[in-house]
């Protein structure tokens, strides 16, 4: 790693943070539940949406569970949701309503479930079962940006964050923001899709082509929707249409500016020279890129 990025004593780290298998997690996801991912109870019609945190996760979410519904709107539109789609591994103390492990036994199959566990905690009975599984990914110079908001607008999530972003971007280089290393993350994943049945979705081609991310979604899981169909389903989804609906105090945190390239209102030259040197070291021999102009 470039040196640009070693933590010296002077950086920042919420206290309370734990790393399970290699993987930093905040005190919301309980390891002795990972521990034991047969408290799961996956079922094999499950879809999961898994992603990096900050990479269009809500967007694809909100996709297929109109896809799923054939284009109906109103289970999204009269449901929260945070009410709607479990987050698997989320089981905040202080808020039984969201836990994700129980909300997941309480929904109606085919279950939609959100995850951004990294490969190798994830259940593994979901991948030996084939339950579809749709991967979203961004490129890490506006993922970085769009978490270090995130840390900032939802202050109890994660400890209250007290350092800048050139402090937070040496965490996500060296992996320490919530759900662990982006580089481990998304090889990780990456390898799986190109073994198995999965979707892989880029949130810069979503941006530049949504139409198309409905199809691919529709296709993938076996949903054959009229052409008015997906228009209508795309243009729900759209950035505008969603910050509209999304008003609560914590839905709101989920949709900030949906653009590619915010990223350079917070890198300094020298942290992007830095950042593509590791960039290019880490993803050489992947054969996955991502482009952030
Ligand atoms: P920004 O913070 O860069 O704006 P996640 O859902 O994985 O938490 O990702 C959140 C990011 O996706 C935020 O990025 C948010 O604005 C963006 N986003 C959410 N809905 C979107 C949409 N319909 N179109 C484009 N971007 C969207």
Redesign the pocket.
């Known amino acids: 790693m470039a040196d640009y990025f070693k933590l010296n004593s002077d950086y920042y780290e919420v206290p309370g943070h734990f790393t399970f298998k290699d993987v930093y997690l905040s005190k919301y996801v309980r390891k002795d539940t990972l521990e034991r991912p047969e408290l799961y109870q996956i079922k094999s019609d499950d879809i999961f949406v898994v992603?990096f945190?900050?990479?269009?996760?809500?967007?694809v979410l909100e996709l297929t569970q109109l896809i799923i519904n054939k284009g109906d709107p109103t289970y999204s539109e009269s449901v929260n949701h945070f009410d709607r789609i479990p987050f698997m591994e989320f089981e905040p103390e202080n808020y039984p309503k969201r836990n994700g492990l129980t909300a997941m036994q309480n929904i109606e199959s085919p279950r939609l479930l959100k995850s951004h566990l990294p490969i190798h905690v994830f259940p593994p009975q979901a991948l030996q079962m084939g339950c579809k599984i749709i991967l979203?990914a961004r490129n890490p110079k506006?993922t970085v940006?769009?978490y270090y908001?995130?840390y900032q607008a939802l202050p109890p999530l994660f400890g209250d964050y007290k350092g800048d972003f050139s402090n937070y971007l040496k965490l996500f280089v060296n992996g320490k923001v919530v759900f662990g290393d982006w580089f481990d993350f998304t090889l990780g994943w990456w390898k799986y899709v190109e073994e198995k049945n999965a979707l892989f979705l880029k949130?810069e081609d979503?941006?530049r082509d949504p139409r198309d991310a409905t199809v691919k979604i529709s296709e993938y899981l076996n949903c054959n929707l009229s052409d008015e169909v997906i228009d209508e389903i795309t243009e729900r989804?759209?950035?505008a249409r969603?910050k509209t609906k999304f008003q609560g105090v914590e839905e709101r945190a989920?949709?900030?500016?949906?653009?590619i390239g915010?990223w350079k209102h917070y890198f300094t030259v020298a942290e992007n020279e830095a950042f593509d040197e590791v960039y290019n070291e880490k993803m050489k021999d992947s054969g996955l890129s991502f482009d952030w102009e």
């Open positions: 992603s945190p900050k990479s269009g996760t809500t967007w979203v506006d940006a769009s908001n995130f949130y979503m941006k989804c759209s950035f969603m989920f949709m900030r500016k949906g653009a915010d």
